[in-house]
Structures are given as C-alpha cells and as structure tokens.
C-alpha cells in the first residue's frame, strides 16, 4: 500500500538535512472534477503533465456535496492512481451520505488501488448557506471525527487518513481554540496527517504544535489568478487577509496578467515563511497546492522556489514547458499501485505513451525487477496486440488544430513533428508528455531533422558517469553515477530508410531496427537481435539499477501501435479519397519505424547525430 504518511516519512529519512529551508521537501497538488466532459478529459491530459513534469508527493480530488460529483471524482482518481504514476488522496465528505454510500465509495477506492482518504464533513445542505456554530450534519456520519472513526473501525489500517485544518476556525467552532481541541481529538481518533485551507498567519501552526499535535501539517497554499475570484474565496472561506496582500492587489486589480504574477510573489513570499520556520518548534516541511485545476502559476511558484529546475539550450532560451523535477527515481514515472511496486525496468519505446504501456501490462503477474532478460517469458506475460491505448480525450477540433486541417505535401507533415519539438504543438499521437529534459540541449537541431523527415518520436543522448543529482540527466537519488547509451526512434521514408542503413553500417558501434506498417524489418549493426540496457546507474550500498532497455520483440509489437495511430488519431480526420487523407496514407503504408542505438556511451556524446544530422543537411552539434 502507498500510504501518504510513509511517503512524508521516506522523504524525510531521505533528506535528513535540508540545506535549502525555502525549498520544500514535497508538495502535493489538488484539482476538482470538470462539469464537462470536455473539460473533464482536458484536465487529465493537465494532470498527466503536471505529475510527469513537476513530480508531486500526491495529488487530491475533490468529492462534491453529497456525493454529486462521484462518479468524476473517481474517473479523476483512477485515472491519477493508475496512468499518472502519483499517489492519489481522494476527498470524501460525509454531509448527506448514508452509511452505504459511505462504504460503497469506500470499496471503490479500495478496489481502484486508492488508499488514502481525506475525511470531511462537507459543504452544508443546499437549504443552508453556511454552517453555523453547534451544526453537523445530521448524516451517518455528523461530522469528519465520525468520519475518520468509521473508516478505522471499518478497514482498520488499509486506509491513511487525512483531515483538514482550519486556521481561521471552522464555522461550527465556537472558537479557534475550540477548533485546535477539535483538530487534536481528529487526530487522537485515528488521522494521519492534516491539510488546512489558505491563510496567511502562522500562528496557527504554532497553536497545533503547543496543543501536542505532532503529526505532519501541509498547510494549503492557493495561488491568486484573480482579484475578483480571490475576494470571492476569501469571502467564502472567511479567510482574513492581511492589509500588505491587499495594498499590492488593489492597483493592479482590474489587469489578470499583473495580479497573477503578484500572486506567484505572495504565494512564494507565503511558502518561504512557513518553510523556514524555526525547527526547534517543527512548523512544516511541505506545501498543499490549491491549482484551481491550472498550471502556469503553480510551476512558477515551484520553480522559483528551487523545487523544479529549468533546462536551457542556451541562456536566452528557456520556456516553462522545459521544468524538470529535482529528485527522479528513475528516468520514468514509476506507478503507485501496489501490484506493480517492485516494477523497475520498461522498454523504452513507450516512453512517451506510458498510460498504454501500463494498459498493456496490467493483467501480468510478475514485472521485470532486475535484469530484463527474456521478453518472452511467461512470467513477464505479453504485451497485448488489442488494448491501445488511443487518447480520444483530445477533441476533433483540437486534433485538427494540432496535426493540420488540410495537409497536402509531406513538409506540412514534417512542420508539425517540428512544431511538437519547438513545443508550440503540445502533444501528437506518439508523444502524450512533454519533450524530454535532456532533448531541449539539442532542441533546435531536433527541429531540423524533422523538417528534413526524419520524425523524432523518442531519443536520448549518451551519458558516461554523470552525478545522479544532475538536474537533467539525474535519477535514483543522490550520491551515484547514472550512463546511458544514445538512442533516437524516427519515421522515415523508404529512401531516408536506405541512407540510416548505409550510415549505421559505416559506424561500427551502431545498430539499427527497422519495420513497416506491411512487417517488412530491416537491420544493420552490430550484435542485431539481443536485449540492450539503454539507462543504468550505480548507487551505494545497492546493485546496479537498469530501469531502461530496448527489446527487438517489444519494438515489434510498439511498431504496430505505433502505426496504428498513423490511422486512429491523423487519418481519421478526413474525408476519404481527400489530399489530406491520401497523404497521411501514404505515410502509414510506406515509411518505417527506425530504432537507433549507438552502443559506444564512452566516447564523446554526439556520435548517432553526427551520423544522422549530415543526412537533412543539418549543421554538427557541438
């Protein structure tokens, strides 16, 4: 089980120094459920980003009032638990829910994998607009501390409990003190850990720490984006806000773009105080976000509080989309269900589809933990040819808007696999997450090479003996020496083929594996047909990690995946016998899918594009 409170505790014995106080050791992130479907899918590719790029502890789903938004708070939840690779925190409220509404969400989660629940008593009925002092519920359960003793007494320890704090006070408290006593009681019935709403007085903590509440506080942080919203919030919440925050907002008010960068600086300004607090009184060490289901303000504030690093191909040329999390554990997202916990090696291959590989894999028993070895074996189970993973969560007009309304030559083809990697295109079929850190060194000559119809979907430089703590290359924690070998998988016409294979035959390290939508394989290089470790590291006091390889097999059946969505995702979208639908034809039927490994990781990294970049009339990188 992944338990949030081990999770607290595995990064604290981790990092027992925190040499930075201003940088938090985890954060966690929180989104509702979208009324819309639209919306709904929208916020799962954001998701899927956001935990791919920004790495948090945990993400939490809000439960509407009385189970209203149930069925999406768990299409939100399953989907984080099970194709983001983040441990999910699902909200459940108790205002309006009978005992067997209770237990039949309860099992839900259990069965989805989720085992972390925060415990509320929810908004008030529709009849009231507010609690009032002495209300509660009048459900099963009357309020959050009946809650939190029903699922102990019910599950035992399968669950971890979070409740939430409230520093102004609840609106039933008859006093803050009153609250804190509460908060304490909550505690003492079976919680783990406590998430307060936004404020902006640390007095708070302090309360909790004197009334001997010794567990870990996250205390809740929303960014402002804008003025008109965040009245309306504090206002809801009875939040007091302090008159420095109101003279920055005030002359900026009616300017959004102005607000929300103020936003970011008092949110940062916020983090900053809480956490570098004095350890003697054991304030926090974490940060809860409130995203408001958006991302630009919150990986701002991450990354100027050192939390994320930024990669630059040059010192002009940064972008937002180029953050990279501080602490990988592997160069993938590893998943948090508990049957695919000692899961530490993935082809590389769908390294950009990761929620199709996991779909894939689901129904195996055992996964690789060690050496990949044989892709055959029964124990590793096969990868399904039938259960793709298509993302029709992109709607057909942003589909067209991506990939062309009407393409008619192949350089409109090539433009947008161009336009992907510059990253003003934000996803194609083959790459649902963002361009890999360590690709943005090479960005520009990237671009080319798509312009000159070599179509980029994975690749990775060499790496021989780099610090596991280097901000793009780095995995595995602190104190080892991460390698791997470079590596580039591209379509290409039958005539681009042809030149790969004279190239790759005049390198002597390379190896090449080439197939078509018709099955029809070419190979060339060196040792052809064996599984190739592409990413390893070595770290104290453990065996050498492998967590990336290349298999002929599995390349075999990404092939057909790959080439599937040439039809499922691009071709579908126009007419038959139309220029565009004829041109994106050809392209399935006659390009290959090419995989290149350069198996020499010692030399100086550049060799495969020094080898490939000639070949679109591209300039050597240096």
């Known amino acids: 089980m992944s338990h949030i409170l081990k999770k607290i505790e595995e990064r604290r014995r981790k990092i027992r120094d925190r040499e930075d106080k201003n940088k938090p050791l985890y954060y966690s992130f929180e989104y509702f459920p979208p009324k819309t479907e639209a919306g709904l899918d929208n916020l799962l590719s954001r998701i899927d980003r956001m935990t791919s790029r920004l790495d948090p502890l945990f993400v939490d789903v809000t439960w509407g009032s009385s189970g209203s938004t149930a069925a999406r708070t768990m299409a939100v939840a399953s989907h984080a638990q099970r194709f983001a690779g983040t441990h999910v925190l699902l909200h459940l409220t108790c205002s309006g829910m009978s005992r067997s509404q209770l237990e039949q ?34 459900s099963y359960c009357a309020r959050a501390i009946d809650l939190v003793r029903f699922i102990k007494n019910q599950y035992g320890d399968y669950f971890c409990i979070a409740v939430a704090g409230h520093p102004e006070g609840h ?55 804008s003025y008109s919203s965040f009245i309306r919030m504090t206002d809801y919440c009875n939040i007091s806000v302090p008159g420095r925050v109101m003279e920055r907002l005030e002359p900026v008010k009616d300017d959004d773009e102005a607000i929300k960068e103020i936003g970011v600086e ?51 040329k940064a972008s937002l989309n180029n953050v990279v999390p501080t602490d990988r554990p592997l160069p993938w997202r590893p998943s948090t269900l508990q049957e695919r916990s000692k899961e530490e090696i993935r082809p590389i291959n769908w390294a950009n589809r990761p929620a199709s590989y996991v779909m894939r894999t689901e129904t195996w028993d055992e996964f690789p933990n060690g050496r990949w070895g044989d892709a055959t074996s029964p124990a590793f189970g096969e990868l399904s040819e039938v259960s793709h993973f298509y993302n029709f969560s992109i709607l057909w007009e ?32 083959w790459c649902e997450t963002p361009l890999q850190p360590e690709s943005f060194l090479i960005q520009s000559q990237l671009v080319k090479l798509n312009q000159g119809g070599f179509l980029t979907i994975n690749s990775q430089p060499s790496v021989n003996g780099i610090p596991s703590s280097n901000s793009t290359f780095g995995w595995g924690g602190r104190g080892g020496y991460v390698y791997q070998k470079a590596y580039v998988e591209c379509f290409v016409s039958p005539e681009n083929a042809e030149k790969l294979l004279k190239t790759v035959n005049e390198n002597s390290s390379m190896n090449l594996y080439g197939i078509n939508s018709s099955g029809k394989e070419i190979n060339a290089g060196i040792s052809e047909g064996g599984t190739t470790a592409l990413t390893w590291g070595v770290f104290p006091n453990r065996e050498i990690v492998q967590p990336t390889v290349f298999d002929p097999q599995a390349f075999r059946v990404w092939a057909e995946e790959a080439f599937s969505l040439w039809t499922n995702m691009w071709l579908d979208l126009y007419e038959p016998g139309t220029d565009s639908y004829e041109l994106i034809e050809t392209v399935r039927d006659t390009f290959f899918l090419v995989a290149i490994i350069d198996n020499d990781f010692v030399s100086k990294d550049g060799a495969i594009w020094r080898a490939i970049f000639p070949l679109a009339d591209i300039e050597e990188t240096t």
């Open 398 to 429: 942003d589909r067209i808007a991506m990939l062309g309304a009407r393409p008619k030559r192949l350089e409109d083809v090539y433009e947008v696999f161009a336009k992907y990697v510059e990253g003003t295109v934000t996803y194609i079929p």
């Open 266 to 316: 008092i949110a940062v300004e916020m983090c900053q105080t809480l956490l570098s607090a004095s350890e003697n009184e054991d304030y926090v060490d974490g940060i809860h976000f409130y995203t408001l289901n958006l991302e630009r303000s919150v990986t701002q504030i991450l990354l100027k509080m050192g939390a994320i690093d930024i990669v630059r191909q040059n010192e002009d």
């Open 105 to 138: 969400a309860l099992n839900q989660a259990k069965a989805g994998g989720i085992c972390n629940i925060l415990a509320l008593r929810g908004d008030p009925p529709r009849s009231k607009r507010s609690w009032k002092i002495g209300d509660v519920s009048g």
């Open 171 to 225: 609106p039933s408290s008859v006093s803050p003190e009153a609250e804190i006593k509460h908060l304490k009681e909550k505690i003492d019935a079976g919680a783990d850990f406590i998430m307060t709403q936004f404020f902006y007085d640390i007095k708070f903590l302090k309360a909790c720490r004197e009334a001997k509440i010794d567990c870990p506080i996250l205390p809740g942080i929303m960014p402002i984006q």
